[in-house]
């Protein structure tokens, strides 16, 4: 068998959470405002923004899945060049800046949350460059998918809706 701590059943189950987790808030690149009934259902905070800054959001997020997948796929293979450019690809020095107006749309623990999570993929793009050990890089990398839930749990995007 592999001496990796990921064994192939264990990625198809962690890509399974992935998509379970953001199917909602990625199908298709579209979120939709419920119903109100719906609406106060959902006891996350509501975070409101236009269609285009949902859309940057939402890619953002697209980014930082493809990261993680990329770099399931690398450490069990035991490429850690390739881990570390996908950590490196999502760091924070590739973050996509935001005006100012839309930052302050975003609550500040929003905002902390997805600041980690970059410093997070730095953090695990580091590791693999220094060689640390394929189970190493995985616990860092569940550790940071912890990020991930948590933002998802606990917030929710609603499109502005226009004047009449």
Known sequence: MSKYKFYWADTAALGLLL????SKSMAGGT???????EASSDSRVEIIVTPAERNQILEEMRGLLEAVQTVIVANNAGDL???????????????????????DKLPMDFRKLGMDTHLRFDKLALGAEQSESTDQLSQQLGELMGNCVACHKTYRLTVQRQPL
């Open 19 to 22: 998509i379970l987790l953001a």
């Open 31 to 37: 979120i939709e405002t419920p119903p109100d009934d």
């Open 81 to 103: 060049d390739t881990v570390a450019v996908a950590g490196r690809k999502v760091g924070r020095a590739n973050m996509t800046p935001h005006s100012a107006e839309f930052k």
